[in-house]
């Protein structure tokens, strides 16, 4: 399986650093990314902002593949993923990512589409990585 990457350079504090952020695939190059652009109205991107976007896409292509394991087309899958940053034992946790879904599958049974939704949701490896083991490799210069 192909491994992807992304990039993080910061420069500063916390609250008067920034950073920019750029992914592999080139979606995102050099995009800010600050306290500013996470807590305030700033523009740019900010972590959770990256994770909510991955949810909603990884969860819809789940779905699609759960529903053509039951022999089911999806019309159209719209996901709209919101996690929230709460502020947990003195430092900061994402604690929910909640997906709000739109799902067509013409001539589908509602409970078949639903049931299959459950399992995307489960079974998504975004979803599995909300709960991984985090490790790490770091380098002092």
């Known amino acids: 399986m192909p491994k992807n990457h992304g990039t993080a350079h910061w420069e500063g504090g916390l609250k008067d650093g920034k950073g920019r952020v750029s992914m592999q695939s080139g979606a995102l190059t050099d995009q800010p990314y600050g306290f500013n652009t996470r807590f305030e109205d700033a523009p740019g991107t900010n972590p959770e902002e ?3 976007a991955a949810h ?9 593949m759960v529903l053509g ?10 996901t709209k993923a919101t996690v929230t940053l709460d502020q947990v034992d003195g430092g900061y946790a994402v604690t929910k990512s909640h997906l709000d879904v739109r ?9 078949a589409v639903m049931k299959a939704a459950e399992t995307a949701k489960a079974n998504c490896p975004i979803s ?9 490799d770091a380098t002092v210069v």
Do not use: H, Y
């Open 50 to 52: 990256m994770i909510a």
């Open 56 to 64: 909603a896409a990884c969860f819809s292509m789940a779905l699609s």
């Open 69 to 78: 394991e039951d022999g089911l087309t999806a019309g159209a899958i719209d």
């Open 103 to 111: 799902i067509s599958v013409p001539g589908a049974d509602g409970s």
């Open 128 to 136: 599995k990585l909300l709960t991984a083991e985090i490790t790490m």
